[in-house]
């Protein structure tokens, strides 16, 4: 699968323009990682992809296999298979975890779910990711603790198999050993499933668990630097200001 | 008959205009039931060929939901199926005011009882004896013609009493299922009632609840009101003895035009009682629902305590939903509180879920179980949850009912964060000796 981004343009319903112009191509396999400080577009950038009701895409266009996705609704582009990992799940109470994710793997490979199998894999991969209070008969995302929702969106990630994933900062509010279960995990079904991951995030730590092919630095909307590890290293050495600067 | 009668005229007139409400939003938005038409077309003689539909109706009931009904009851004509010691009907002709005397409320205020009984068609009666437990499934449905019926339930001392009730219909005009509970629990009784309205769109409904509890015994009354084109129901429960605990749930789903009007009182007259009242109401394509619920608390119901909990949660924007919780307290020393609140589907978390790939229906469903899962989770009879949840998913995936849907229990695979009996007696449970620990 691959995932082209060109030139695209987002804004908010009340027409404050966000995302100004990014060019991104991203295929299966592939292991991208977008930094930026706050406010510079990145997480408008994610939903956008997904196609959250809030913004409009005023130029540009977002293209799946040669095929533009931005008149697709969320369902389907997750059918085609983009994931996002939100930063801030909702929680939404009375939903139990398991049902929603039984529902959403029948709605994406339009198979009904063997539950025995289905169980099985729930499990284990809440032992791999060290989820100790577990997931199974808890409602999505309700009374969650911060590491348990990040743990959580990996595990539907896992579940859902998707070709290309967006994490939107996978890290924030995790302590060192969690963001080490993370990495690994995310490491780990790249690996099983060929999937490609663009990798949100302020902060270099998780990027020392993981092996990012491209960096991209995103600042007022624009990708502003791009480059290979070696970016990681700058931006940690002299902050976003010198990567900024250099571009201006 | 003759002292009911005679306040029937009066009953009439005042259930279509109901002075006696102070409430102005209610009485903007009540639903009135144009009973003079109706009371016309209430049959005298038998119809046999309700007797194939009813037992038609009851087939596929068991067949598709495994409820199997003890007594069916059609507009003209009576079945029993299973014969219970529990359960008598008469015939509006043979009832006679011995039958009825100590059983039935007779009070001038109290006009929509009066006019129930002066016009049932039908009474059922179930008497479950000191110390005896007792299951009974009711079937009711209109059949191209009006029903009226009066249960009258006597729950004795010590005695237990579970009570399914599904209502239906079957109908080619417009028509009305009209029944009356009378609830009596004496001392350390207990009874859990089930009422699942069901009925097509061409049915008025009207439904009145009249519940008395004695010292020290516990109602669970749940309803499921999901047919009929118009609905109105009046509810009053009445925890009067010491420690009388009184549990009432109501859950309304509203779709196509659909209107509902559920008054329930909650009043606690003993010391020591506990009264709560939750109802829930979702509601699309057009339909509205106006939730009233009151407690009362009385001058003796020291040490009382009275919930009264409204919520809503509208799935576009052309449902309404009204809800008016309200009390009245009479005792310093209770604790009461009362709550509402409505909203509309949460952007955001329709986004979460579609961008997981379930589809808008899907997540809608999702939304709409987890919406009422709270509510499911209270009812201890399994057959009932999975009822609920059926109806709630074949409303929410066709838009449709008034149908006998499949069994659907997805939306009640949420686990035990409500309690860790969630699933015990349940097909997905039984059949695939799925253990969700």
């Keep these: 699968m691959e995932l082209d981004i060109k030139d695209l343009h987002v804004a908010t319903v009340d027409g404050k323009e966000i995302v100004k112009g990014v060019n991104l191509k991203v295929k299966s396999g592939e292991f991208h990682v977008i930094m930026g400080p706050n406010g510079s577009g990145k997480t408008t950038l994610a939903k956008a992809i997904m196609g959250h009701p809030g913004f409009k895409i005023t130029k540009g266009n977002i293209f799946v296999d040669g095929k533009s996705i931005t008149s697709l609704t969320p369902d389907k582009r997750a059918k085609l298979g983009l994931f996002l990992q939100f930063q801030n799940p909702v929680e939404i109470e009375g939903v139990g975890f398991v049902n929603f994710l039984r529902a959403a793997r029948e709605s994406i490979t339009d198979n009904t779910v063997d539950i025995k199998q289905f169980m099985g894999e729930v499990r284990s991969y809440t032992e791999k990711l060290a989820i100790t209070n577990g997931i199974v008969g808890r409602t999505l995302n309700h009374g969650f603790s911060g590491g348990e929702k990040k743990k959580g969106e990996i595990l539907q990630m896992a579940v859902l198999r998707p070709a290309i994933s967006i994490l939107d900062e996978p890290d924030s509010g995790l302590d060192i050993d969690a963001i080490k279960v993370v990495a690994s995990n995310v490491n780990d079904i790249m690996k099983d499933h060929g999937m490609g991951a663009i990798v949100i995030t302020h902060y270099s730590r998780i990027l020392s668990y993981m092996k990012p092919q491209r960096v991209h630095v995103m600042h007022d909307g624009k990708i502003v630097a791009e480059g290979g590890k070696e970016l990681i290293l700058k931006l940690e050495k002299d902050g976003y200001e010198s990567v900024i600067k250099d571009k201006e | ?437």
Excluded at chain 2, 37 to 42: D, G, Q, V
Excluded at chain 2, 148 to 173: P, Y
Excluded at chain 2, 271 to 280: A, I, R
Aim: charged residues 25%.
């Design chain 2, 1 to 437: 008959m003759k002292q009911y009668n005679s306040m029937s005229t009066e009953a009439l007139e005042l259930v279509n205009t109901l002075p006696e409400e102070q409430n102005e939003l209610y009485k903007k938005h009540f639903v009135p039931i144009p009973l003079d038409r109706f009371i016309k077309e209430i049959k005298t003689g038998e119809n046999p060929h309700e007797v194939e539909e009813l037992r038609e109706l009851s087939n596929v009931l068991d067949k598709k939901l495994g409820v199997k009904s003890d007594i069916l009851i059609g507009s003209t004509v009576t079945v029993s199926q299973n014969r219970t010691k529990h359960v008598k009907v008469i015939n509006l002709k043979d009832v006679t005011e011995d039958h009825l005397l100590g059983k039935m409320h007779n009070s001038n205020e109290d006009r929509l009882v009066a006019f129930m009984h002066a016009y049932s068609r039908h009474f059922v009666f179930i008497e479950v004896p000191e110390g005896e437990t007792a299951h009974v499934n009711l079937l009711f449905a209109n059949i191209d013609a009006p029903l009226t019926a009066q249960v009258l339930i006597n729950v004795g001392r010590g005695a237990t009493l579970d009570l399914f009730e599904w209502n239906a219909s079957k109908t080619k005009s417009q028509s009305l299922l009209g029944v009356m509970h009378e609830i009596r629990l004496e001392s350390h009784s207990k009874a859990d009632v089930n009422i699942v309205h069901n009925e097509d769109n061409n049915t008025w409904l009207l439904n009145h609840t009249k519940g008395k509890l004695n010292d020290n015994s516990v109602l669970n009354a749940n309803y499921v009101y999901n047919g009929g084109c118009n609905s109105r129901a009046k509810n009053e429960f009445d925890a009067f003895g010491y420690s009388a605990n009184s549990r009432i749930i109501e859950m309304i789903m509203g779709s196509r035009e659909q209107k509902f009007d559920i008054n329930t009182v909650i009043t606690n007259t003993g010391e020591g009682t506990v009264s709560d009242l939750e109802s829930k109401a979702s509601g699309s394509n057009n339909s509205g629902s106006i939730l009233k619920g009151f407690a009362n608390v009385g001058d003796n119901a020291r040490n009382s305590k009275s919930f009264v909990n409204e919520r809503g949660l509208l799935l576009d924007k052309s449902a309404y939903i009204i809800s008016i919780p309200g009390m009245s307290i009479n005792n310093a020393n209770v604790k009461a509180t009362h709550s509402s609140a409505t909203a509309p589907v949460d952007e955001d978390s329709m986004f979460y879920m579609m961008s997981r790939g379930t589809d808008a229906i899907t997540a809608k469903r999702l939304l709409v179980a987890g919406f009422f899962a709270g509510s499911i989770a209270k009812i201890s009879n399994p057959l009932v949850r999975e009822v609920a949840s059926s109806l709630m998913c074949e409303k929410i995936n066709t838009g449709t009912f008034g149908n006998i849907p499949k069994l659907d229990t997805s939306a009640l695979w949420i686990g035990h964060s409500y309690g860790g009996d969630m699933f015990e007696g349940h097909y997905k449970y039984r059949d695939r000796k799925m253990v969700i620990e």
